[in-house]
């Protein structure tokens, strides 16, 4: 009868030991904090890249507003540094000195051109500061990449899952690529030109053009020349709005396809009529999203920005802060200062289903999710909207 | 190959006949006061954004914004010309030249304040954006372009032919103190090819709009090939600048297709150099060119 009572008081006590383990909260959350974390969101809103620039900086501030509505991290509001990069290559690195001389910045989000980033990159890495961008083009993740991370799929396979996407469905043949001179679309034609033949596709010929040329009247001329089953625009910007016009204007009527630069806001209304028919290879579609995640943000941005044009950009910067904010879940301690290197060692862990598909990140992987899916741009009613492809 | 070749020649010289304009703008100002206005590009460029302005921005009816750009464009070129040009006119022609450079940077800073640093996109004025002539398009705004073109053309030779005012710029350009002894106003000779200079780059400005857009740092490039266009007619004579123009377009065009656009540049400036060079006065130059 003692044993028994020795081992119900030993049981009880086992019993209040584990209770009051469970109800005690993780040492990191125990501690709740108000200090502002600061983080820098640096988008070209003007200037020959803004394209999508405006789209981005507002599916991040919508994640941040979504984020710091929720309580922000463990009672910290996340604070933004807004800066408009101005597509300027020296005025970029001059900003990501800036970001990377302010301590309080643990991390920055942008900019959407390859090769604004790829000038900031160096500064960031030196400053061990952690930088999600949504850029495409191969180059970014291929070295020094440890503290650069892709929020968009990478070209090196979006090129020759798109060939083999417009090859099987569209049965394209022949192509001339005309790209911009810059990292993305010098990464994109370099790869397509690498990868055409494996997918049965003939390059009849590639050209390029300044993000700033004023004509490319040249170019287009020379395509038709050749007459391909299909023209690869790869690139965006101004250029692309005069291409389209271009296109018209010399009677080239083939297929017309690229990524989803092709297909922004200011495109679409400057030439809507000659986008009707385009096809892009993309992974999300605003007018016709594929999952409930999507059509969760799709909805949230409607209302946070009624009226506003935006595409797959805004939804990955939408991810890349949404991916951050659980990265510093992992390492804010109350009020404490954050170590850039612990945010870092954070998102080499994430594991974060987003609108552009399943994030996995590990320290030498910091690639986007491998979706893609092919898109046109229809006129419905008196609107022009980009939705899923089908034949 | 047949159409390629015309879509060759109708691209070249649409783009020639812009050119042509900008330096027929040059022409206007050297023919009033001797000097090479480096701010012509921007005078254009202004054009093209007070169109997007009028047109796309405010909503006014295509061709009130068309004249609207005209006659803010002149107004701008008069109060500069009043302001910057006119108190230094009888210092050194350095002097001048530098002021006008400041004239082009001052236009190009404040289209970049007024207009922000996006590029402005400027529908066609016709419902119609392309023609098919002979199995190569063309642009409808050319048309238009064509057609302003050809009345600057007739307008300005009209001009320096048959009016006392056109007589009096050439009188001034040859010798500026001769032509105050005869009693010509030099003041206002200058004031007025300003002001022509202005309206007609204004008016190319507005109709190409739709073509190359509108952004604010692009007069530089007009001012450049217009200025090697005016340098290869001739910078003179009206006929000079147009040719040079069409000739500048077409070459241009014709090497970008054939080869790369970067030869296409590379060969206008050595076209330039080379005319510098061998013959000053340009293809269609009556004299020597004035030092």
């Known amino acids: 009868m003692k044993r028994h009572g020795i081992l119900i008081v030993l049981l009880v006590t086992f019993i209040a030991f584990m209770l009051l383990l469970t109800n005690t909260p993780a040492p990191t959350q125990s501690i709740r904090g108000s200090k502002p974390i600061k983080i820098a969101l640096h988008f070209s809103t003007s200037g020959w890249g803004r394209s999508f620039a405006v789209e981005e900086l507002h599916g991040g501030l919508l994640a941040i507003h979504q984020i710091n509505a929720a309580g922000g991290i463990y009672g910290r509001p996340l604070e933004v540094v807004i800066t408009d990069l101005r597509s300027d290559y020296n005025y970029a690195v001059t900003v990501a000195k800036k970001m990377a001389a302010d301590k309080e910045i643990i991390a920055a989000l942008g900019d959407g051109a390859s090769g604004i980033v790829m000038a900031m990159k160096p500064v960031y890495f030196e400053a061990h500061m952690p930088t999600i961008a949504p850029v495409k083009a191969g180059i970014l993740t291929k070295e020094n990449f440890d503290y650069t991370y892709r929020c968009l799929f990478n070209d090196d396979w979006a090129v020759p899952a798109s060939l083999k996407l417009w090859k099987e469905t569209l049965g394209i043949k022949t192509i001339s690529i005309l790209h911009t001179a810059d990292a993305f679309g010098q990464s994109g034609g370099d790869t397509m030109v690498a990868r055409a033949q494996e997918y049965g596709i003939k390059v009849l010929s590639r050209d390029n053009y300044a993000v700033t040329a004023t004509d490319v009247t040249p170019q287009l001329i020379r395509v038709k020349a050749v007459s391909p089953d299909a023209l690869i625009m790869w690139g965006y910007g101004e250029p692309i709005i005069n291409a389209f016009r271009g296109i018209k204007t010399i009677g080239f009527n083939k297929q017309i396809l690229g990524p989803s630069g092709i297909f922004d806001a200011n495109i679409i209304s400057a030439v809507p009529e000659q986008v009707i028919g385009a096809i892009i290879a993309d992974a999300m579609s605003v007018d016709d999203p594929i999952d409930e995640v999507q059509k969760k943000f799709i909805s949230a941005f409607k209302a946070m920005y009624p009226g506003e044009t935006f595409t797959v950009y805004a939804g990955a910067v939408h991810d890349a802060a949404n991916i951050l904010a659980e990265a510093l879940k992992k390492v804010v301690k109350g009020d404490e200062s954050i170590d850039r290197d612990e945010v870092k060692r954070a998102l080499d862990k994430t594991d974060y289903f987003g609108n552009v598909g399943h994030f996995k990140w590990s320290a030498t992987y910091h690639e986007a999710p491998e979706q893609l899916m092919l898109m046109t741009a229809k006129k419905v009613g008196s609107e022009i909207k980009v939705v899923r492809y089908s034949k | ?291």
């Open chain 2, 1 to 291: 190959m047949g159409s390629i070749i015309l879509q060759i020649i109708f691209a070249g010289t649409t783009i020639g006949m812009i050119y042509a304009l900008v330096a027929l703008g040059f022409h206007l100002i050297y023919k009033g006061t001797g000097v090479i206005n480096f701010a012509q590009g921007e005078f254009l460029l202004l054009g093209s954004m007070l169109m997007w302005f009028f047109w796309v921005n405010i909503g006014f009816n295509v061709f009130l914004a068309f004249l609207l750009t005209i006659v803010c464009s002149t107004l701008a070129a008069i109060l500069v010309e009043r302001v910057t040009f006119a108190p230094l006119r009888n210092q050194p022609h350095l002097t001048l030249i530098m002021v006008l450079l400041a004239v082009a940077a001052l236009y190009t800073h404040g289209m970049l304040f007024a207009f922000g640093n996006n590029p402005l996109s400027v529908p066609s004025f016709l419902s119609k954006t392309s023609l098919s002539i002979f199995g190569a398009g063309v642009h409808s705004q050319a048309i238009l372009v064509a057609v302003i073109f050809i009345l600057s053309l007739f307008g300005v030779h009209f001009l320096f032919t048959r009016t006392m005012w056109g007589r009096s710029m050439v009188a001034t350009m040859i010798n500026k103190e001769g032509a105050k002894i005869i009693g010509v106003n030099v003041d206002l000779v200058s004031l007025y090819a300003f002001a022509l200079s202005a309206a007609v780059s204004a008016a190319a400005g507005a109709l190409i709009a739709p073509i190359s857009g509108a952004y604010y740092a692009r007069g530089f490039i007009w001012s450049v090939k217009g200025f090697t266009a005016a340098i290869v007619g001739g910078i003179e004579t009206t006929i000079g600048v147009i040719v040079g123009g069409l000739l500048v377009g077409l070459i241009e065009m014709f090497l970008a297709t054939v080869f790369s656009a970067d030869l296409a540049e590379m060969f206008l400036f050595i076209m330039l150099i080379v005319t510098l060079w061998i013959k000053p006065a340009g293809l269609l130059g009556i004299r020597e060119a004035k030092k």
